[in-house]
């Protein structure tokens, strides 16, 4: 294969599968060829240019897998053959997050497949050698193109503090709202108690081991969500990030109890800082991962806690993205994928 088919936003609901020429890796860089690449929910807004930060045109596919087929000058951590999950951070190494292990919060940070020029949604790719980790043989290539979905969770998790033995509440049972629900049970969680408007969600929610899942629509949410519960939220994993979820997370937790947002919110709202205060509710922000969450997904995956057969719903070939796109916003999949 001499080119290189890629696919590009030119517009708001524009997509165009290009020919370009086969990348050459940069020193420092490797090229990629793609196994599995995840479509996201940022992917889709930004289709719809309703992203907040990424201008079209861009080169989507920041959930990528594959295989490295070519090192670039001066490249030791992983050789050709490997199997790799890229971690689609782009930190600078160099300003105060980075050098204190916080490269998520890098204040130069770039992400790939994410407004920089360069993503996974291609046949091949190029990538900073720093931004994989090698995917263990235990590891099917469907299991691994979970492994950066369910990093965002992981991360949450352990921002939040210790959930062993804890009352969890996780509203939205989209992808990362059921990977949520995993993670809670896998740190000990005593009952996670899912919400969605949807049936199907709830269902798959229940399914996958929630002790219960309530209507987010229910003029009582908090309410019921305690009662299922049988005590207050010791922390509420907000998967959804609108004002209506969040105040009925602060709801959940009084008192005492941390709401850890973790849907990108797409506009500011007020909170009720009088009852935040008064009630000791801790809000947490919660932003990507770091390799310490790709190890921890990794071995949850490894060890069955999340499956692929679960999570994985519809696959589709690069110049099906499109239809990708459609199927992962239509409320009918979890995780759809695309495969060069
Ligand atoms: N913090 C991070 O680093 C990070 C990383 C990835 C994704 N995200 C964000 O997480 C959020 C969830 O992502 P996703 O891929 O699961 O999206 P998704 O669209 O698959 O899921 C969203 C779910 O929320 C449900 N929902 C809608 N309104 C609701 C309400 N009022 N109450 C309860 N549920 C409601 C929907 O029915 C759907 O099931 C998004 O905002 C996404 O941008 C954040
Ligand atoms: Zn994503
Ligand atoms: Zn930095």
């Excluded at 991962?289 to 690069?318: K, W």
Aim: hydrophobic share 45%; proline share 6%; glycine share 8%.
């Amino acid at each position: 294969m001499s080119s290189n088919r890629r696919i590009v936003v030119t517009a708001v609901r524009t997509m165009e599968l290009r020919e370009d020429p086969i990348p050459a890796p940069a020193p420092g860089e490797v090229r990629v060829r793609s196994t599995l690449i995840g479509v996201c929910g940022s992917d889709t807004h930004a289709f719809h240019g309703r992203h907040p930060f990424i201008p079209i045109p861009y080169m989507p596919g920041h959930e990528a897998t594959g295989v490295v087929e070519e090192l670039g000058e001066g490249v030791t951590s992983v050789a050709v053959g490997d199997r790799i999950v890229v971690e689609p951070t782009l930190p600078c190494w160099e300003c105060k997050p980075c050098r204190s292990g916080a490269e998520n919060l890098c204040e130069n940070l770039q992400f790939f497949g994410c407004g920089y020029p360069e993503g996974g949604m291609a046949d091949q790719f190029v990538i900073r050698a720093d931004r994989l980790h090698v995917i263990p043989d235990d590891i099917s290539d469907l299991n691994a193109a979970l492994i950066e979905p369910l990093s965002t969770p992981v991360h949450a998790a352990r921002i939040a503090g210790s959930l062993q033995g804890r009352a969890v509440a996780v509203l939205g049972a989209g992808t990362i709202g059921l990977l949520m629900l995993a993670v809670a049970r896998w740190y000990g969680a005593s009952k996670v108690v899912v919400t969605d408007p949807l049936p199907a969600k709830r269902a798959a929610a229940m399914r996958l081991g929630a002790d219960a899942a309530v209507d987010a629509m229910a003029a009582d949410v908090t309410a019921q969500v305690r009662a299922a519960l049988g005590e207050s939220a010791d922390v509420v994993f907000d998967c959804v990030a609108v004002r209506s979820t969040t105040l009925a997370a602060i709801g959940m937790a009084l008192k005492g109890g941390t709401v850890v947002i973790v849907g990108v919110p797409a506009a500011d709202f007020e909170l009720p800082i009088r009852i935040m205060q008064d009630q000791q509710i801790r809000v947490q922000g919660s932003a990507t991962y770091v390799p310490q969450d790709f190890a921890s997904a990794i071995e949850m995956i490894q060890s069955g806690a999340v499956r692929a057969e679960d999570f994985i719903t519809g696959q589709f070939p690069l110049q099906q993205a499109e239809q990708a796109f459609e199927a992962s916003m239509s409320g009918d999949h979890i995780k759809v994928l695309i495969h060069p």
